[in-house]
């Protein structure tokens, strides 16, 4: 258990210091880190909220951070290119990520093509159903996303690495909120880039 909850802590510190130096987007990641604890509430009670707080707060705010605000150019922090480091991200790069959006982006019209979505389901009524039943389709798309990938580290890397990796995918809502719930603070004192210092390097 000691080498598997080390994997965990490599995956998130890897995230960090590759994809979380700036503190716009650490700020978005603590917002969007709250907004997915709400949704892990919302499984218990009403799954199709659940779905659509993740995808709609969630993972908006998240992905808007990586896109809009992270630097792609040189990192002289670690010393490599953008390039070689979307090469060895573990999860999903900003290729994958763009196929993932593209399919979360094509469900609600897809439900609208077909409410029963060819058959599979019962049609919604009315807008409160289509908007209950996308967001069930995204809370499905969301965990067929993480488990698509686990498997998939399976045979990349390894079964533990693959389970370590979705054990941080799980996490990262309370990681995040632990390491940059003082990023506001410090972007608002015009820090824009974490120094990344007193960190495991």
């Known amino acids: 258990m000691r080498d598997f909850f080390k994997k965990v802590e490599t995956l998130q510190w890897d995230d960090h210091r590759y994809y979380h130096q700036c503190r716009i987007n650490q700020t978005l990641h603590l917002i969007s880190a709250c907004s997915f604890l ?73 439900l609208w093509l077909s409410p029963s979505l060819f058959g599979l389901i019962e049609p919604a009524v009315g807008f409160k159903g289509f908007v209950h039943d996308t967001g069930l389709m995204w809370l499905a798309l969301g965990a067929g996303g993480v488990l698509f990938r686990t498997l998939h580290l399976f045979f990349l890397r390894s079964p533990a690495w693959g389970l370590a990796w979705a054990c941080k995918i799980l996490l990262d809502p309370f990681h995040n909120i632990a390491i940059y719930w003082k990023s506001p603070l410090a972007l608002l004192q015009g820090q824009r880039l974490d120094p990344l210092k007193g960190h495991r390097g």
């Open 38 to 110: 709400v949704a892990y509430a919302l499984l218990f009670v009403d799954p199709a909220s659940a779905g659509l707080v993740g995808w709609l707060v969630g993972m908006v705010t998240r992905q808007s951070g990586h896109i809009f605000f992270e630097p792609r150019g040189y990192d002289e922090i670690n010393g490599t290119d953008y390039q070689h480091k979307e090469s060895i991200k573990v999860g999903y790069n900003m290729r994958r990520k763009g196929i993932l959006i593209g399919i979360w982006l094509s469900l609600p019209l897809l």
